[in-house]
């Protein structure tokens, strides 16, 4: 289920505003604080618990867990952030697999900044 094409326009809004808070932060800091990965989840669940929860978020979950599995092994190579291992996760659970092999740009993007070793 895409939470994009079910979500109110204010939580997708809030979601946008969400994001470009963690970037404002990880370009300052270089970190990505854990409230910010957690009200991004937050954002999601509570848009699906507003459309009404649908048997298919169970794609949502296995893509988020997946993504964390993979970004875990790579912070532990230290190629990527703790921060952005769970921000990345925690975005992956507003796509799902269909909406994911549509986005190469990020997918793309992923590979750059685990090539540039940060």
Partial sequence: MNLFEIVPLGLAALLCIL????????????????????????TAVLAFAMSGWSAAIWQNALLSV???AIGTALFAAGKMG????????????????????????GQILMSKHCRAGR
């Avoid at 994001?19 to 937050?42: F, G, K, M, P």
């Avoid at 921000?87 to 190469?104: G, H, I, P, Q, W």
């Fill in 66 to 68: 997946a993504i964390l």
């Fill in 82 to 105: 703790g921060g952005d291992v769970k921000l990345f996760a925690a975005t992956a659970f507003c796509v799902d697999d269909r909406a994911s092999e549509k986005n190469r740009g």
């Fill in 19 to 42: 994001l470009l808070l963690a970037a404002a932060e990880d370009l300052r800091r270089l970190t990505i604080s854990n409230w910010t990965s957690s009200a991004v989840l937050a």
